[in-house]
């Protein structure tokens, strides 16, 4: 088994830009090593600030962000593709392990099986623009996890596809989270798919933004194709739906 | 072939055969307007005299383009890590790009005081422009997100540019080329008028000039094919290498495909 997950830790976080608008008020939040949290909430709660902060991208006004410290602990994955048009999807993935100067055999052997574990064998010598939405957005995932982080972050990954496809992949993420039990913390603006995927929602509201509310998802259910229409996942659907209702009206 | 070569080829063809009948049926004099089949008969009586003028003409747009090449990228990418430089510097470069060459050119020949280098100086001094306004959009036109990617793996100046700057580049770098491989050519001819100096090293605006004193039209009119030929030499050229470049990825390079 691959590194395990490791926590993060939010505390008191709060960010103005320059223009004087606050976008995040006072944030404080725990993520245990190994759990699976969304961040749900409307646009403009923030949301995506609070992943970059996470990430390191940006600074927070006030407050402190503990996460993993090293270079390969954190994968990212961001709302479009970002892949590198010119470059293969092999070479799209083996760029994290080339930025840390691996051997260039050591990288391939690594890119190829992370490729092959997003389902994409074969598509190794294939340019972004010859693949799907959906394959691109593989290829992002497996250069998220190509260095075997310890923590994920997604940010609204799946928001540009079809239907079809993001429950495709909503399956394939679970899988990939309980095979290597990363801590995973993935942003979205979709009820359904925060109840689908995660172990808790932390539900955000607006102006300036801020954690309005938290809701485990209490269910014994496996997450499969099956869950989506158990009375569990109505049920917290409806529940999520109401606390997301709270925190924009409030 | 397809329909793209054949369309403007049968409308040449077409011109030159109403042009040779013209000029026939109205027994236009050669020193006036020369038809197309004497101009060709006099490119390869006189080629002993144009095909070292060529060579000339060719090598300093040649040259002259490889230094816009060097200068204007070297100078882009210095632009692209530094915003002091770029604040300071392209000014300049745009005061450089707006004089017209013509004007400049006398005052270069005097300091240059060597025809070859000053011809190269304003050949280059047309070409480097666009090279260097087209790889700093480049450069800038990099994918947020991939720049944050990069800053997540720790890449640094240095890798991120060679990693993710100069590639994202080099579509918008192959557009300035096209555009400076022409403006380098004009470059060479225009100064060449300027400095007007004769002998054996000269180019084909010399002998322009010089057919041009003597009345041999048909000469005039050899050269100046041969400044055209040369031209969409050039932007073929650089057409197929870009396409080469690009034609796995970028937008650009697509059509025709899918």
């Not at chain 1, 090293?70 to 760029?95: I, K």
């Not at chain 1, 260039?104 to 994409?120: K, Y």
């Not at chain 1, 679970?174 to 290597?180: H, I, P």
């Not at chain 2, 004193?213 to 048909?218: A, D, E, G, I, T």
């Amino acid at each position: 088994m691959p590194a395990t997950g490791a926590p993060v830790r939010v505390s008191a976080v709060s960010k103005h830009f320059d223009n004087g608008l606050q976008a995040l008020s006072d944030v404080s939040l725990t993520v245990a090593a190994g759990e699976f949290v969304s961040l749900l909430g409307p646009s403009g709660c923030g949301k995506t600030t609070l992943l970059r902060i996470i990430a390191g991208l940006a600074t927070p006004t006030s407050g402190s962000v503990g996460r993993p410290t090293g270079r390969h602990d954190m994968g990212f994955v961001f709302q479009e593709p970002t892949l590198m048009p010119w470059a293969t999807a092999l070479a799209n993935v083996e760029l994290p392990l080339k930025l840390a100067g691996l051997a260039r055999s050591e990288r391939r052997a690594r890119a190829e099986d992370a490729l092959a574990g997003v389902g994409l064998a074969g598509f190794e010598k294939s340019y972004p623009r010859e693949l799907s939405g959906g394959m691109k957005m593989r290829v992002s995932i497996a250069r998220a996890l190509v260095t075997q982080p310890r923590l994920l972050l997604m940010d609204e990954p799946f928001a540009a596809l079809d239907e079809i496809s993001r429950h495709r992949l909503n399956l394939d993420l679970l899988a990939l989270w309980q095979q290597r039990r990363f801590t995973a913390i993935f942003v979205t603006h979709s009820v359904f798919e925060s109840v689908f995927l995660s172990q808790r929602i932390v539900i955000m509201g607006t102006r300036p933004g801020r954690i309005a509310s938290e809701l485990p998802v209490a269910t014994s259910h496996a997450r499969d194709e099956a869950f989506r229409t158990s009375a569990d996942y109505v049920a917290i659907c409806r529940l999520a739906s109401a606390q997301l209702g709270q925190a924009m009206a409030a | 072939m397809s329909v793209k070569v054949v369309a403007p080829l049968v409308l040449g063809l077409l011109v030159l055969g109403l042009w040779e009948e013209a000029v026939r049926a109205l027994a236009v004099p050669p020193y006036i307007l020369p038809g197309p089949i004497l101009i060709a008969r006099t490119l390869v009586a006189d080629w002993s005299t144009l095909a070292p003028s060529l060579w000339v003409t060719l090598s300093i747009t040649l040259a002259a383009l490889g230094a816009a090449v060097v200068v204007g990228g070297v100078l882009a990418v210095l632009f692209s890590l530094s915003r002091w430089v770029e604040l300071s510097l392209f000014p300049y470069a745009v005061v450089l790009q707006v004089t017209p060459v013509v004007a400049i050119a006398p005052l270069i020949i005097v300091w240059a005081n060597d025809v070859d280098l000053s011809l190269l100086i304003c050949a280059w001094l047309v070409a480097f422009f666009p090279i260097l306004s087209n790889t700093i959009l480049g450069l800038r036109s990099v994918d947020r997100n991939l720049l944050s990617l990069f800053e997540l793996y720790g890449a640094g100046r240095w890798r991120t540019l060679v990693y993710l700057r100069l590639p994202a580049a080099l579509p918008y770098f192959l557009g300035g080329l096209r555009i400076s491989g022409g403006l380098a050519l004009i470059g060479a001819v225009v100064a060449e008028f300027v400095a007007g100096t004769g002998g054996n090293a000269s180019g084909l605006a010399w002998r322009i000039l010089e057919a041009g004193y003597q009345l041999k039209v048909p000469r005039m009119f050899a050269a100046l094919a041969l400044i055209s030929a040369t031209g969409i030499a050039i932007f073929l050229v650089l057409t197929l290498l870009s396409h080469l470049l690009l034609r796995r990825w970028h937008e650009s390079a697509l059509d025709g495909q899918e």
